[in-house]
């Protein structure tokens, strides 16, 4: 108690040095809050839009697929693995697809394209090209029980800029050609132009198609086969769990591979990944900065006071008392500090986790991350114990950088330290 | 019938400034009685400050022995001499002596608070100390609000408030007037006449000198003479 009034004290005694530390500190972790909160929240929309655009959270497919993409590498129980998928309450939506290149012909012109079977009741709320919002013309796909007549042509859904270079409009017939599975002859079908998509992803809007799944399965020869099932999940930081789970409900015999986003999503992962070392490394650099500051202070505090120690010391005071006082003054900076950085940055926290961020406003325009659009309002995400993590991380710098002072004070001798003015 | 408070066997001490060794004391005896007002006097110079630290347990001997209340000094580890300083010592220096974030009243109460006596007793003891420096009344004043003579007398109720078995003083009077210095070693040889405290002093100043019931001059690092005085 007696340290900790006698430090408390030193605290007061220079109030305007001890504010301006305090909150030198305190604007290094508000900062740090609100950098990586900034962070968290652009690379969590980066990933929800990166698993829309393609893929998915987990990706499910036949053991050599990635590496092969060819036809010998699909699931061939679809029904099994969507059961067992759906099974795990994590899971928001198990949705199976079939994944091929292809021709896609009008009249006289021809295009290569990237052509995607899928279940149309499920695709709109798990996938960007599918959903409403994207949808610039007439309607989305139908499944086959939906059609009017049973051998009218299947829809098929394509992107803006393949529809402009086709000259197609909605009703055109188009033909889809593709080599089916074992490399047979190519097989063709026709369908109809049922609606337009627009992502502003070049190699969606101008190479890429949505066609029922049967007609994908037929086109290809695979029967019931499929090349992918996609798992959407409620929140993107079950991943790990899911894939767990997954793994262990497929038994080893099924040839299959479960993968996260992170793995399937290898560019944009690493994206993220490169964007937070460059946050680390800058808040590193900060931390330094401030640790140098706290240091300055502390050593300053007790080189100006070196004659008052050399008295205490004298009178009976233990040196590993004078220790215990340097500390504790730089414990109640630490505390002051982060409370009061704790106080500013969760306000601008709680701002721009509600407010968020404009990011046209921001950049000036749209921006481009790993080949995804980013647009529309950021906002800032931080969890719990991450924010508790960088408290202690800052409150431990400080008591680091208090280290040396109190070290060279329980070293001094007192005829020595009386001396000195 | 008188007990000793220090005894000091032909002790010398040697500094090294740079290359050059200073001999500050050789071969010094003396010892110190219980009631003693002593006052070690010389020119600068002479060795008395050094004679003062050694005795206070502040430094180590080069050569000889030195026994506080009958316990050897040499060969302690400083956290031992720490606790012989608090527990059995008290000091006033020159100037700056007082903690300048406490007060007066915590300034005298400090010793105590470091040896751990319970509330009560401080309270009363620290009360009894500043009452008999003559500063009731000034018990929440800080250092900086107080004068020099209040502050030397806040020093003097701080080393005394623990009933130590000697108060060793060094030139407690030359930062102040001699109005103020006179008063100070008035005090003093008061409290050591109600209280019974050993008082050894370190001072070329006249007034002090002059108090004194037992001088010892110093010089060359040499005691030359110790004389008896009736107060």
Redesign the interface.
């Known amino acids: 108690m ?1 340290t900790f009034r ?1 430090a408390w ?2 605290f ?2 220079h109030r305007r040095r001890s504010a301006i530390t305090s909150l030198a500190l305190a604007l290094g972790l508000a900062m740090m809050l609100v950098v990586v909160g900034i962070a968290n929240g652009a690379h969590a929309r980066m990933v929800e839009l990166g698993v829309r655009m393609g893929a998915g959270h987990v990706i499910i497919d036949g053991k050599g697929y990635r590496e092969e993409r060819d036809l010998e590498h699909v699931i061939k129980q679809p029904r099994d693995v969507l059961a067992a998928a759906r099974k795990i309450s994590k899971v928001r939506a198990a949705v199976p697809r079939v994944n091929a290149s292809g021709l896609l012909s009008a009249g006289d012109s021809s295009v290569a394209v990237v052509f995607t079977g899928v279940d149309p009741s499920i695709e709109p709320s798990v996938s960007e090209a599918a959903s409403n919002a994207r949808r610039v013309a007439g309607e989305y796909l139908r499944s086959h029980d939906q059609m009017e007549f049973a051998n009218q042509p299947s829809d098929i859904y394509i992107g803006a800029q393949l529809a402009k270079n086709l000259n197609l409009g909605l009703g055109d017939r188009v033909v889809l050609t593709a080599s089916p599975r074992g490399g047979g002859n190519p097989a063709s079908i026709a369908f109809l132009v049922r609606g337009v998509f627009q992502t502003g992803l070049a190699e969606l809007d101008g190479f890429s198609v949505q066609i029922p799944i049967e007609d994908a399965q037929k086109l290809l020869d695979l029967g019931s086969s499929i090349t992918e099932i996609a798992l959407m999940l409620e929140h993107a930081d079950d991943v790990g769990a899911v894939v767990s789970a997954m793994r262990a409900a497929i038994p080893e015999r099924t040839e299959l591979e479960v993968l996260p986003w992170q793995e399937a999503l290898a560019e944009l992962h690493e994206t993220i990944v490169l964007d937070d070392a460059g946050t680390y490394l800058m808040m590193a650099v900060v931390f330094v900065i401030v640790g140098i500051g706290i240091f300055n202070t502390v050593l300053m505090s007790v080189v100006e006071r070196t ?2 120690l050399g ?11 004078l220790f215990r006082l340097v500390m504790a003054e730089a414990a109640i900076l630490a505390v002051i500090g982060c409370a009061v950085g704790l106080g500013i940055g969760l306000s601008f926290h709680s701002y721009l986790s509600t407010t968020g961020l404009d990011i046209q406003e921001m950049f000036g325009n749209k921006m481009s991350v790993a080949g995804l659009m980013l647009e529309g309002r950021m906002y800032s995400r931080l969890m719990g114990s991450s924010v508790a993590a960088w408290t202690v991380i800052i409150a431990c710098i400080v008591l680091l950088s208090a280290l040396y002072p109190a070290f060279r004070v329980s070293r001094l001798k ?2 020595e330290a ?1 001396r000195h003015v | 019938m008188s007990e000793s408070v220090v005894e000091i066997e032909n002790i010398s001490k040697v500094y090294k400034q740079g290359s050059v060794e200073v001999h500050a004391l050789r071969g010094v005896s003396l010892t110190i009685e219980k009631g003693d007002f002593a006052v070690l006097a010389g020119p600068s110079g002479s060795g008395k400050t050094t004679l003062l ?1 050694l005795i ?1 347990a ?2 180590e001997p080069s050569e000889g022995r030195i026994a506080l209340d009958g316990v050897d000094l040499s060969h302690m580890r ?2 031992a001499l ?6 059995r ?3 006033v ?1 020159q100037a ?7 007060t007066a009243y915590e300034n005298a109460e ?2 105590l ?2 040896q751990g006596v319970p509330v009560a007793r401080r309270r009363e003891a620290v009360r009894r100390v500043l009452d008999a420096v003559g500063l009731s009344g000034f018990e929440d004043r800080r250092p900086s609000e107080l004068s020099g003579g209040q502050q030397q007398r806040v020093a003097v109720a ?1 080393a005394i408030a623990a009933g130590p078995a000697l108060v060793l003083a060094d030139e407690p009077t030359a930062n102040l007037d001699s109005k103020t210095g006179t008063e100070l070693v008035e005090l003093m040889h008061g409290l050591k006449e109600e209280h019974e405290v050993t008082f050894i002093f370190s001072s070329h100043d006249p007034k002090v000198v002059d108090r004194a019931e037992r001088l010892i001059r110093l010089q060359d690092g040499q005691l030359v003479s110790d004389e008896r005085r009736s107060a």
Do not use: C, K, Q, W
């Open positions: 007696l006698l004290r030193s007061l005694r004659r008052e008295v205490m010391m004298a009178i009976g005071t233990a040196t590993g008392r007192p005829i009386m | 630290n206070g502040l430094d400083s956290g720490a606790n012989l300083r608090l527990h010592i008290g000091f220096f700056y002596n007082l903690i300048p974030v406490l400090y010793p608070l470091l701080r």
